[in-house]
């Protein structure tokens, strides 16, 4: 069983960037697409963007061009390079292996002056 653990998360100013981070276990981790989602307070969980095995992307139109999904197989990792941020932002982000139910635990990011 995968199991995922993100990190990276944080209070950052609006304009400002982070970069998180989704580690996973497991060897199998290239075979699968993977996804960061993001659940802001009060709201559905949605999508923000996804990254195939073979490295292709797509993201929610509120985020492209300030947002890069990227993975790194040999490190089992998949991260979410944010730039631009702005306070609609602000939310729980998840990552997730695409078609499965595994999730990691979540981690919060706020942007606020």
């Known amino acids: 069983q995968v199991q995922l653990v993100e990190s990276g998360g944080g209070l950052v100013q609006p304009g400002g960037s982070l970069r998180l981070s989704c580690a996973a276990s497991?060897?199998?981790?290239?075979?699968?697409?993977m996804g960061w989602y993001r659940q802001a307070p009060g709201k559905q969980r949605e999508l923000v963007a996804i990254?195939?095995?073979?490295?292709?992307?797509n993201y929610a139109d509120s985020v492209k061009g300030r947002f890069t999904i990227s993975r790194d197989n040999a490190k089992n990792t998949v991260y979410l390079q944010m730039n631009s941020l702005k306070p609609e932002d602000t939310a729980v982000y998840y990552c997730?292996?695409?078609?499965?139910?595994?999730w990691g635990q979540g981690t919060q990011v706020t942007v606020s002056s």
């Open positions: 497991g060897s199998i981790f290239s075979i699968y697409a």
């Open positions: 990254i195939s095995s073979g490295g292709s992307t």
């Open positions: 997730r292996v695409i078609s499965t139910t595994v």
